[in-house]
């Protein structure tokens, strides 16, 4: 299964632009810049994005791993806060931060905390990112 995106920048870095779209549409010539990313302009940027995948990715692992358990959840809430940080060569995405909110009534929450933990390892953005992945896990049976 294949996904594909296209980025098209003009510009220089500081005073370029660039759009970002997706064959599903959900993207369609999305703008983003050097502002939006490392500034305060409003707007997206590639961080964002991988946070975005990543929470979403998480969520859905965290559900398959819950009902291998044979618990189904209510809901799943999760954020993932991405780091982009300056390093020796650059820039680098240095860590992703998964915050989960999981509410599974009458579950055993050490299961759900053991889904949680498999998810986080286990869903592709995890596997993708060569990050360090941290999470806090709050389970509500």
Avoid at 5 to 23: C, E, F, H, P, Y
Avoid at 87 to 103: E, N, P, Q
Avoid at 124 to 131: C, E, H, R
């Amino acid at each position: 299964m294949n996904r594909k995106a296209l980025a098209v920048w003009q510009g220089g870095l500081k005073d370029g632009k660039g759009a970002i779209s997706v064959d599903s549409g959900v993207l369609s010539n999305m703008p983003y810049s050097f502002s939006k990313r490392f500034e305060e302009e409003k707007g997206t940027n590639p961080e964002e994005l991988i946070a975005a995948a990543h929470a979403s990715c998480f969520a859905m692992a965290t559900s398959a791993q819950l009902g291998s358990a044979g618990i189904t959840a209510q809901s799943i809430s999760a954020s993932a806060t991405v780091s982009l940080e300056k390093v020796v060569d650059g820039f680098a995405v240095t860590s992703s931060h998964l915050d989960v909110k999981i509410k599974a009534p009458g579950a055993d929450r050490a299961a759900v905390q053991k889904a949680a933990e498999n998810a986080k390892a286990g869903c592709p953005i995890s596997k993708l990112l060569n990050a360090k992945i941290t999470m806090e896990a709050r389970v509500e049976t």
